[in-house]
């Protein structure tokens, strides 16, 4: 890289000695101008007609040769040459370009995700140290350190590199399965998920964070009794997110209702939007406009928009959660 970026500079101070070739080349005299010759020609012959003229005719004549003669000196004073460009001042302009750009390259060209600004500069080097040092050791511990490091910064592909990594060493480390099975369930693939997670719940009960994702993952599945008591098992780890409570009741009134279109609403849709569509982390969709439009509905739902993915559902539920969605 370093290599590529020193041939980019050389390149580019040959393409400015290039353009800037003429201004060191030597100037090329332009040909006397016919204009002082025409000028002493007229003058005499002004003069000669002046002698002959008499009253106003030669005053008149001998004005117009003091104008001629007046013209005639200014051309004599030829023009300033241009000022050469001095060499020294051209090196000094073209070391600064090349520090200017230096300086631009080295403190805001992004070199990994999310690296934009200098404290994620500074982020991105963590990184690379700890996946040097990783790949150097081969070990277990220093690869579930970089996957650590990557999961805070959201590097979520670095983190399941990582932690990919930790699983082929170490099977049964817990915090790299219950990692995993969340970036599974973050890509949509909740299924593969499902499994993870529940070993790496039996395995560390205390860890809040598998709970509330299993719980997530039997929800979505039409499990809600199972998702409540994975949900209550969060609380009991010591979780504090704000929303399992709504999530509990929702999954409860889920058990309770008779409605078809609501019962795929509150396993689908209720942990983004809300148990009644009055929004969550996604946005209501009581009164939603885009809500009462089928096509919009199925669009968004097989196909996910912005942040949400794409939801799994049969034919038969997305119709009966369409005409539920029409009825808010």
């Not at 460009?85 to 370009?97: Q, R």
């Amino acid at each position: 890289m370093i290599i590529a970026y020193l041939a980019f500079a050389l390149l580019l101070v040959l393409a400015l000695a290039y353009v800037l070739r003429p201004l060191f080349s030597p100037s090329q005299p332009f040909p006397e101008s016919p204009r002082p010759q025409e000028l002493r020609s007229e003058l005499e012959l002004l003069k000669s007609q002046a002698r002959e003229a008499e009253g106003e005719e030669r005053r008149r004549l001998l004005a117009q040769a003091v104008r001629l003669e007046r013209e005639l000196a200014d051309l004599g004073h030829p023009a300033p040459a241009p000022r050469k460009l001095s060499p020294a001042a051209l090196a000094v302009v073209t070391v600064s370009l090349l520090v200017v750009g230096a300086g631009l390259w080295r403190f805001t060209v992004p070199r990994l995700p999310g690296e934009t600004i200098i404290t994620s500069r500074a982020e991105a080097a963590r990184l690379r140290d700890l996946e040097s040092r990783a790949r150097a050791s081969n070990q277990a511990q220093d690869w579930l350190a970089y996957a650590n490091a990557a999961w805070e910064v959201q590097d979520f592909e670095r983190a399941s590199q990582g932690y990919l990594e930790v699983a082929k060493l170490e099977p049964r480390n817990v915090v790299a399965l219950r990692r995993l099975g969340m970036l599974l369930f973050f890509a949509g693939r909740s299924e593969q998920a499902l499994p993870v997670l529940e070993v790496a719940t039996r395995a560390d009960p205390s860890e809040p964070e598998g709970w509330l994702f299993l719980g997530n993952i039997y929800f979505q599945m039409g499990r809600a009794e199972d998702a409540v008591r994975a949900w209550e098992s969060y609380k009991a780890a010591g979780g504090e997110s704000a929303q399992v409570d709504n999530l509990i009741q929702t999954a409860r009134q889920q058990l309770q209702t008779a409605s078809p279109g609501q019962r795929v609403y509150l396993q689908k849709c209720a942990a983004c939007h809300g148990a009644q569509a009055q929004g969550g982390s996604g946005p209501a969709l009581k009164g939603n406009p885009a809500s009462k439009v089928p096509e919009a509905v199925r669009e968004i739902v097989t196909r996910g928009r912005g942040s949400m993915p794409a939801v799994p559902m049969g034919a038969q539920e997305l119709e009966e959660l369409i005409a539920y969605l029409k009825s808010l």
